[in-house]
């Protein structure tokens, strides 16, 4: 099937797409090894979550569960009435989060199979020591609602690359490119957040150069997934009650910018020790692409 394209947003020389029916082959050449980001209009198509995954279904299934969201304990169910009534004016606190590794892990077949644009993927393997990805959340469901906003604008902890596929209702995303870093004053001790507070209306006295950003915002709607290449910034708002769901990838196309954030981590506290990893590192990055490039699973 050939692809079908739409473009959803424009600015500069940034193009955001929408594609459906792309191959594996144009997705590695045109964004995943390119880094560029696209609206994959698909690419969740066999998820069974695709009609399941609704307020109401949670509220059936877990209106018991604790969530913290934004410091505060909530029971699911009212969390979700909360959602439900939730208003741009009037927001209810964003993300709640639902980590379905550890949480909620019969719904693991509800976002299977795994789409083949994410992969392959290293972020799992047995073979990566868990220390280098520390505390990533890799798979994790978002609530979220009208005026609930992300609260800072970042690129994925540890370079990873993200797929958050929309399910349920419409969220608007902006995203900003990697060479424009410096507009976005990344905070010095997090250097995947931005320090721009008021995201909606950044104070240009307080961040002068974010006048010169060029970010851009379009909406990603039920069953479409948006890919976050490695690097670029992004933010995300509701528009309606949305359910997304997150994961992060990790491959040959970012593992040296991966390399990157672990030595930028290391660094701080042991040189020799930033040193020792990045050779670790190299030999694994080799290790991991012969065994994808003969077709086996590490
Ligand atoms: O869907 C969102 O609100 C943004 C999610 C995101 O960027 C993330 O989890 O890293
Ligand atoms: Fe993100």
Redesign the pocket.
Known sequence: MATKSVVLAQLGDIVVEKKYGMSYEEFAEKHLFANYPVVIGDACKDWPAKDKFTPQFFKDNYANREVKVQGKTFLLGDFIDLMMTSTKENPAP??CKLQIDRDYPELIPDVSPRFKYALPDRTHSKILPEGFIGGADTL?I?L?SPGGQ?PYM?Y?YMCLH?F?TQLYGD?EFTVVPPSQTEYVYPDPNNTWVSLIDNQRQPDLNKFPLWSKATPISFVVGPGETMF?PCGWW???HSLTPTI?V?LDCLNASNWKNFMGEVDIMMSRNNKAKAMAASMFLNVLGGVFSTTEKLGMKI
């Open positions: 964003y993300p994790e978002f979220g992300f970042h994925d993200a958050v969220k976050i992004h933010t995300a997304s997150a």
